[in-house]
């Protein structure tokens, strides 16, 4: 994940530390994605290089102080504002696995439906114990949870949905007679 | 080739397709909810099917005019030597022109004490027509031909082609006859002149609106016949159907809002996808229509039906033939008509509420919360006083007419502030039931938050017992009046035989100035052998009857006060009338003038007894009653004694021998009472009055009047009837949408005894309600008019209070209420777990 | 001893041809204070499940236990007297007597009960007040809101220290700040010894409970195994 537009928007407020930034970085997002000092480190190096951010000079370290170009504020603002690419859905690796397993016979697909549901359950599970406990009074991280939250959600909508055509797919294929069940499911599977 | 153009942009008018859609969508709906419109829909149809049986019945059950005057105006009867009647009949043909005369004669059937008459008369003739009729052959023409009844033909053995020797030399029957309007009759018909010797003639004349007495004694004019129009039959069934579909209004306020409410949802998704309200609300009022329509017709079909079923029975039980469409079709069409309007006006009010509804709430299927308008009871209170004030306007004035506009509007103003005040009171109740058990405060505050149908289930319930206490109660105080009695004549075991009413001459005054007055219906004659052999036939005709000869007393009763004055004759109690009614001498107070059996009136005070052949008038000028001693004796001692027969004709009311003697009183011989031992049938009554008219009397029986028991107790058992009815097609209205609390309750742990409790709260607190709001209103309505119409005593005679009825209304129709609701109300409902789907 | 046994339950409706299998032995124990959610598509019988174990209907074969007592033996109006004292039940709307108020509503069970009306009050008020309620006590339920409501329902379904929960999609019909209040008002009821099964198609809410059971064609399939603390959940994610 790109931490970089994160940065700037850190850096808009005032120049900070290096170590400044980490730390709040990880106090606005909940602690929940921590960073690694490397990185934080490597993309500000990026960043400098690319005229978006400016040094003031001191050797690399905890001490060196950032700051804000006009050319990085610009950037910010233009990320900012701009909404995501979303029209390449990404590689779901959940989605590969039921397309796989509908390939395959003798595999019960509907199981690994419900497997996935009930793991995702329990995270889901998880999730909520965390709003009920510590989110009440913590804003950013009660946003992050309920992005979670959603997130898992939507992945259960699908389980059932998909879970709902598997089985009239199932019921519409009954009716002609006995001609194998292996052949059947292929045929059904055919696009 | 040619082309056709597609018109695709010609459509027809919108508010008229849309005006189709809307009703063909009303008529859909109706289709699949017709089993909601079945409350309303049976209401209609039994009401009007009952009025269309009533009225037929009720107008055809008396015996018509026919029977009696074929079709002249003017009968009279005259019993004789033929020379005798020869002679009448020729004064009447010298004086009136067209006369048709009946001859007859009495003849016994051999071996029995039954009679039967044989009749001259020209089937032809201009007035008699209606009295025969030809069953089988054909009628006598000649000197050997006869026909007769057929209950005379099997007496005697006899079919058509027989011979019968009644006259003497044989005469065949050629056929049978019969008196359509008068079945009971039995005679024997032969043709004009063949009659050698009559002993009686009726003679059928038009005497163009003479009065009956300046003809002769035993003269009788159709019009003076007539009861009067304001009470006859079609007039009460006119009423009585305006007041039911009144109440079938009433009720189907209530049921047409359930129905609205239900389809809220459906109306709301109508005006969302862009009908006017007034589209809306058509639909509703289209259902109205329709439910109208089908049930008056419906109604109208079974009434008819049900009619031509009960004709026969009723042709049997009057004894005159009644023909298949004798319908009162005014009445039935002012029926149909009051129907359709009743559901019309019952739609209508649902309608305009639900196109009130906003949109939004419609979809969501939340009704509108109650108007507070509607609980204040101002309104209400204010129409009760207005009705007061109209109805005491109507009666004012000695006893007349009232004044009929300011009656209807007394009434109706009455009506209407009852039924303004049937919210007012749930909101009354649900205040009191506030600190009642759980099931108690439920009932109340549903049937308070279910305001338009409980309101207008009240207001049916509250009028239906407004006019029963208001017959109770209005009754209840004309009934007591003792001066003026009223009651039925005599017992049905009974009969009084009185000599012909003469003019006599004036008898003569006392004192100059005053008013002479005729000394009873009969002036002094006594019997002639005559009669006394005819009273003793009676007698037998009957089956044997005490008789008892009464002798009517010279003197006049009167109540000193403003109010209803004396009716009936005063009697002399003979030794004989004692013994007649078992009353010992003993059991006679020495100082007793007169002997009452009137309730109440040897307490009455202010009575005055006037004797001597005139009386100085009272009352109506000035109020005073003077009472010189010359002919007038105050306060004199009457005494109550039960044994005396109670009938208005029947010597309820009797003068001591002591009083006769001390106040020097005259009396003349008036009649006879006779009294058989079994009630007289219809049968026995038609021969005692053929054979009392050939001997010149006047024969009076048990006449229609209903006694006081008999109108109070039936108006109290009808309105109960009544409510109760319309009380349970209402309750089940009321709870209709309760299927989700019933859900509710029994998931919170309802037992079968709370609900159980929950119906039979709703019932009774309904039942009460109603009780004690018509009630109310028929007290309101009686004092206004006893207020100011002091013929019934003024507002004193309130403190006649029928007890029973009122216990019966106010107590006994609520606890049966309450125990219906509580037998029926313990079903649990099926599917507990499932809501409840439209 | 566990709240609420269901023991073998199947559930049949209708004959022959029409035949429709709501539950097949279907198994399900709710300890005390545990919160089980019951979820599974439409059709999938889960709120049969529930009518039967709130004894608002019988199953065609199988035992309910509710707090060792078995509910088969008992007549109508015991099982009235079970629903009274010991079993709450939400639905998902129309929980309210719409000619009572707020707290009349809460307390209704209680007078039922035969309570007196002060003391049912008091209960009744006390009810409301541990969910944060107190202002809408004297309102009746067309002045509130779907939120309010569903919380006055919850209230009647703990009032006087019942120990079964039932609610079938008690968040069904709000939005999901009233959902989460409705959801925290369970917990806190389950916290409180209150043993909860709330029916529900939406997975957010179901992850409100310990233990999430799925039914499928009238079969219970599966169930969730106890979760991890949510230390454990970030765990991988934080060094050290």
């Not at chain 2, 008018?13 to 709906?29: E, F, G, H, K, Y």
């Not at chain 2, 009067?228 to 009720?251: D, F, P």
């Not at chain 2, 035989?497 to 006594?526: E, N, R």
């Not at chain 3, 079993?87 to 007597?97: A, E, I, P, S, W």
């Amino acid at each position: 994940m790109s931490i970089q537009h994160a940065l700037l928007g850190l850096l808009s407020t005032g120049p900070k530390y290096g170590h400044q930034l980490r730390v709040e970085f990880e106090e606005r997002t909940g602690d929940v994605w921590p960073l690694n000092v490397g990185q934080v480190y490597t993309t500000l190096q990026r960043l400098e290089r690319d005229g978006l951010v400016q040094s003031d000079g001191e050797p690399d370290g905890p001490r060196k102080t950032y700051r804000l170009t006009e050319q990085g504020k610009h950037e910010l603002d233009e990320w900012l504002y701009t909404p995501p690419d979303l029209t390449a859905p990404p590689r779901d690796e959940l989605v590969i696995k039921v397309l796989v397993a509908l390939q395959i016979p003798d595999v019960d697909v509907r199981e690994i439906l419900q497997s996935h549901r009930r793991h995702v359950l329990e995270l889901m599970q998880q999730w909520t114990r965390l709003k009920e406990n510590e989110a009440e009074s913590d804003v950013a991280l009660a946003l992050v949870v309920d992005a979670e939250l959603f997130r898992l959600d939507s992945v259960v909508r699908w389980l059932d949905a998909a879970d709902g055509r598997l089985k009239r797919m199932a019921l519409e294929a009954e009716p002609p007679a006995k001609a194998g069940p292996q052949l059947r499911r292929r045929s059904a599977v055919r696009r | 080739m040619a082309t056709i153009t597609q018109a695709r942009d010609v459509r027809p008018s919108t508010s008229i397709a849309a005006r189709r859609a809307v009703t063909r969508w009303a008529w859909r709906l109706f289709k699949r909810e017709w089993r909601q419109h079945l409350l309303v829909l049976g209401l209609i149809v039994v009401a009007v099917a009952a009025t269309v049986l009533g009225a037929t019945v009720a107008g055809n059950s008396p015996p018509p005019l026919a029977a009696t005057f074929g079709s002249a105006q003017d009968i009279a009867t005259y019993t004789g030597s033929p020379s005798h009647l020869a002679d009448e009949i020729a004064k009447l043909h010298e004086r009136f022109g067209k006369v048709e005369a009946i001859e007859a004669t009495t003849l016994a059937l051999p071996g029995s004490t039954r009679t039967y008459q044989l009749r001259q008369q020209d089937p032809h003739g201009p007035f008699s027509g209606p009295l025969l009729q030809l069953i089988a052959g054909r009628y006598p023409s000649g000197a050997g031909e006869v026909a007769m009844t057929k209950s005379v033909a099997s007496a005697l053995g006899l079919q058509i082609g027989s011979n019968w020797l009644g006259l003497g030399n044989p005469r065949r029957v050629v056929g049978f006859v019969r008196n359509p309007d008068s079945l009971l009759q039995e005679f024997v018909l032969i043709p004009p002149g063949q009659l050698p010797n009559p002993t009686e003639a009726t003679v059928f004349f038009d005497a163009g609106g003479i009065p009956p007495f300046e003809i002769g004694p035993t003269a009788q004019s159709r019009s003076f016949s007539r009861p009067s129009a304001a009470l006859n039959a079609e007039t009460i069934s006119i009423a009585a159907i305006t007041i039911g579909m009144l109440l079938i209004a009433l009720v189907s306020i209530g049921a047409f809002t359930v129905l609205a409410q239900k389809r809220l949802r459906s109306l709301g998704m109508l005006a969302a996808v862009g009908a006017t309200p007034k589209q809306v609300g058509m639909t509703v009022r289209m259902n109205g229509l329709a439910v109208g329509v089908v049930g008056s017709l419906l109604g109208s079909a079974l009434g008819i039906a049900l009619w031509l079923a009960y004709r026969p029975a009723l042709e049997n039980s009057s004894h005159h033939l009644i023909g298949a469409f004798a319908l009162p079709w005014a009445v039935l069409a002012a029926a149909v008509a009051l129907g359709i309007v009743a559901t019309y006006f019952g739609a209508s009010r649902p309608a305009r509420a639900m196109v009130k509804t906003p949109v939004v709430a419609a979809l969501s299927g939340r009704p509108a919360p109650p108007q507070a308008l509607h609980r204040s009871a101002i309104p209400g209170v204010a129409l009760l006083v207005a009705a007061f004030l109209l109805l005491g306007y109507a009666a004012a004035g000695a006893g007349a007419q009232p004044r009929p506009p300011a009656l209807v509007a007394g009434l109706v103003t009455l009506v209407v502030g009852v039924v303004l005040l049937a919210p007012f009171s749930l909101a009354l109740l649900a205040a009191l039931g506030r600190r009642a058990p759980i099931a108690v405060r439920l009932a109340l505050r549903d049937l308070n938050r279910y305001r338009s149908r409980s309101g207008s289930a009240l207001s049916a319930i509250s009028v239906s017992i407004l006019i029963a206490a208001m017959v109770v109660v209005a009754g209840s105080i004309r009934y007591s009046s003792v001066v003026d009695y009223v009651g039925p004549n005599l017992a049905s075991n009974q009969l009084l035989i009185q000599l012909p009413y003469t003019p006599g001459p004036q008898v003569a005054t006392a004192k100059p100035g005053s008013v002479t007055k005729q000394a009873g219906p009969g002036t002094p004659q006594s019997p002639t052998a005559a009669m006394t052999r005819a009273v003793e036939k009676i007698a037998s005709m009957v089956g044997g009857a005490k008789q008892l000869q009464l002798v009517q007393a010279n003197l006049f009763l009167r109540h000193a006060a403003a109010g209803r004055q004396w009716s009936g004759a005063v009697y002399v109690a003979t030794p004989q009338l004692l013994r007649f009614f078992g009353i010992e001498n003993s059991s006679i107070s020495p100082k007793a003038l007169i002997l009452s059996m009137r309730p109440g009136l040897s307490s009455l005070g202010k009575m005055q007894l006037m004797h001597g052949g005139g009386y100085t008038p009272g009352g109506s000028s000035g109020g005073s009653f003077p009472c010189p001693a010359y002919d007038c004796l105050a306060n004199p001692q009457i005494q109550e004694i039960s044994s005396l027969p109670s009938g208005t004709s029947a010597p309820n009311t009797v003068a001591t021998e002591y009083a006769m003697k001390t106040l020097h009183l005259s009396s003349e011989f008036s009649g006879w009472l006779l009294q058989a031992a079994k009630p007289i049938s219809a049968y026995q009554l038609n021969q005692v009055r053929v054979a009392a008219a050939a001997a010149g009397l006047q024969v009076e029986s048990k006449n229609e009047e209903p006694s006081s028991a008999q109108v109070i107790n039936w108006a109290t058992a009808f309105g109960i009837a009544l409510a109760l009815a319309i009380l349970a097609m209402s309750v089940s209205l009321v709870r209709s949408e309760a299927a989700n609390d019933l859900r509710t309750l029994s998931a919170t742990g309802a037992g079968r005894h709370t609900l159980r409790a929950l119906a039979a709260s709703s019932a009774a607190a309904l039942a009460l309600a109603g009780a004690v709001l018509g009630t109310a209103a028929a007290y309101i309505s009686v004092a206004g008019v006893l207020r100011t119409n002091v013929l019934n005593g003024g507002l004193a005679s309130l403190g006649n209070v029928p007890v029973p009825n009122l216990v019966a209304i106010l107590v006994g129709m609520p606890l049966l209420a309450g125990l219906a609701g509580w037998v029926l109300g313990g079903k649990e409902p099926p599917a507990l777990a499932r809501r409840a789907i439209e | 001893m566990s709240t609420l046994d269901l023991i073998n339950i199947s559930k049949v409706y209708g004959t022959g041809a029409s035949e429709v299998r709501a539950l097949q032995e279907v198994n399900l124990s709710v300890e005390p204070g545990s919160f089980v959610a019951v979820m599974g598509p439409s059709g999938s019988g889960k709120s049969t499940l529930l009518t039967i174990a709130g004894t608002l209907e019988s199953p065609s074969s199988g035992e309910v236990v509710i707090e060792g007592r078995s509910v088969e033996g008992m007549a109508a109006e015991e099982r009235a007297r079970l629903r009274r004292r010991t079993v709450g039940y939400v639905f998902q709307d129309f929980n309210l007597l719409p000619g009572l108020t707020a707290v009349e509503n809460v307390s209704l069970p209680l007078e039922l009960d035969g309570m007196g009306l002060r003391a049912s009050r008091e209960a009744g008020l006390s009810a409301l007040a541990n969910l944060g309620l107190e202002q809408v006590a004297g309102r009746f339920p067309d002045e509130l809101s779907g939120g309010e409501r569903q919380r006055v329902a919850i209230a009647r379904a703990v009032v006087g220290e019942r120990r079964l929960l039932l609610a079938d999609e008690p968040s069904g019909a709000l939005d999901s700040k009233n959902a989460d209040t409705v959801m925290r008002m369970i917990l806190a009821a389950c916290k409180g010894g209150v043993a909860a099964v709330v029916v529900t198609h939406d997975a957010q809410l179901a992850s409100w409970a310990d233990r999430v059971v799925f039914l499928r064609d009238g079969k219970m399939v599966d169930q969730t195994s106890r979760p991890a603390t949510p230390e454990e959940l970030i765990a991988p994610y934080r060094r050290q």
